[in-house]
């Protein structure tokens, strides 16, 4: 029977009895897993990585950003299982949590968008491409998402922390849907498949480095299928919540949207740990380009030096 999705009463849409029971099996690994990766991440960037380049700089501040959504899961954890009252503790924590997934998402972006400058257009790239650019990009990307989602939180009417619990449509979702995810995933897919044109083309064109290209095609690659796996469940489901609660539809399908976003918000929370995979391999393919570029390359060869360039920004 299809009704007003707010007529739905809290009854008709709370969490299936074992849904609430999966968190638990996916947070306290997260957890644990996402500390100890996350932890040597942050050592090897700050102590073991001493050229400052623009890489460098976007990975540390992912690095943090993962870190805050590791010290908030035991929060996350604790708040759902008690169905905890949102109040200033909450909030923090709330606040903390969507900072992490938006940032996430948003640094990931920045980092492919300067792979694709820096392999798309070597020769522009100096001119727009520096340390002090990306942290400078950094730092107003977290100044704008701490306060849109500080603002934002404040304007939402719930009585459970980190729960919707209402069927009124959130009138911020889409705002939310299009500029935190959709417009992303365009240009991170866009710039990704570019970045792995260009650089199957630099195999055929360079076949003695078909090694390090290829590790890098499959660092690209890699971070764009994270990033898709990861995020799309959980914004597409919420997205399509906001759709059926501004439709007329069962309070059985917005029940099993709601179970699907709690288990896709899961999924979301493990990007702090597949991450660090992405680490090792920036970490390796820095090591490895580095390398390459003082045992290969001349100060006065200017194709050299662009070959330079793209090994140390691909990753």
């Not at 299982?81 to 920045?110: F, G």
Request: charged share 15%.
């Amino acid at each position: 029977m299809t009704t007003n999705a707010t007529n739905c009463t809290m009854e008709q849409i709370k969490f299936h009895y074992y849904i609430k029971l999966i968190p638990l099996f996916f947070h306290i690994p997260i957890f644990i897993f996402g500390a100890i990766f996350n932890a040597l991440a942050l050592w090897v960037f700050c102590c073991k990585l001493v050229k400052r380049t623009e890489t460098k700089i976007y990975m540390i501040n992912l690095v943090i950003a993962d870190c805050s959504l590791v010290c908030v899961l035991p929060f996350l954890i604790y708040f759902h299982q008690k169905n905890w009252p949102r109040d200033e503790a909450c909030l923090a924590v709330e606040i903390m949590y969507m900072v992490n997934m938006l940032m996430s998402i948003y640094i990931i972006t920045a980092i492919t968008v300067d792979r694709y400058i820096a392999i798309k257009h070597p020769l522009k790239a100096k001119s727009l491409r520096s340390p002090l650019k990306a942290a400078v990009t950094c730092g107003l990307l977290w100044l704008l998402v701490i306060i849109s989602l500080y603002l934002r939180r404040r304007s939402v009417n719930e009585s459970i922390c980190l729960q919707k619990i209402s069927t009124r449509p959130t009138i911020f979702l889409p705002f939310l849907f299009v500029f935190g995810f959709l417009i992303p995933l365009i240009i991170l897919s866009s710039c990704s498949i570019q970045i792995i044109k260009t650089l199957r083309k630099r195999i055929h064109t360079n076949p003695h480095e078909k090694k390090i290209f290829q590790k890098s095609i499959y660092v690209v690659s890699a971070n764009m299928t994270v990033f898709i796996v990861c995020f799309s469940p959980f914004c597409i489901g919420e997205f399509a919540r906001f759709v059926m609660e501004n439709g007329t539809v069962s309070c059985f399908a917005i029940q099993n949207v709601r179970n699907f976003n709690y288990i896709a918000m899961c999924i979301a929370n493990s990007n702090c740990c597949l991450d660090t995979f992405c680490y090792y391999f920036v970490a390796k393919e820095f090591q490895e380009a580095f390398f390459f570029s003082k045992s290969n390359c001349s100060g006065t060869n200017q194709t050299c030096s662009s070959q330079r360039q793209i090994n140390v920004t691909v990753m």
